[in-house]
């Protein structure tokens, strides 16, 4: 399969999937803000790894939220792809936001001092 095809599907599941989100009636899901970050389908359309970052809310019980949720969104998959096969879902919390917040943090505590703060302080 093309690489810009798989690429398509992985950008629909993740639209598709944000949306849905918002359906989910468990309450562990429902009351954390969820945003899904990425989509990777397998080459071969059975299995998808789904990146989520949390924003409030208990990130173990999101997680066990979102694997109860599992079927309802393969089923909201089905029925707006149109895919051969519904591919299974496995959710992965992505921690690149706060990994990213942490090296940005590092990044401006060893940063050099301004040569015109140092002229001010003479």
């Given at each position: 399969m093309a690489s810009y095809?798989?690429?398509?599907?992985?950008?629909?599941?993740?639209?598709?999937?944000?949306?849905?989100?918002?359906?989910?009636?468990?309450?562990?899901?429902?009351?954390?803000?969820?945003?899904?970050t990425e989509a990777q389908v397998s080459p071969d359309l059975r299995e998808a790894r789904i990146f989520y970052s949390v924003y409030g809310g208990d990130k173990a019980e999101v997680a066990k939220g979102l694997t109860s949720a599992t079927g309802f969104l393969r089923r909201v998959l089905a029925q707006k792809l149109n895919l051969r096969i519904t591919p299974t879902l496995t959710f992965v919390e992505d921690d690149s936001m706060a990994h990213g917040a942490y090296i940005s943090k590092l990044i401006s505590e060893n940063a050099p001092k301004d040569v015109d703060d140092e002229e001010d302080a003479e």
């Open positions: 095809r798989r690429a398509r599907i992985n950008d629909a599941v993740r639209e598709e999937l944000s949306v849905a989100i918002r359906d989910v009636k468990d309450p562990r899901v429902s009351e954390a803000m969820i945003s899904i």
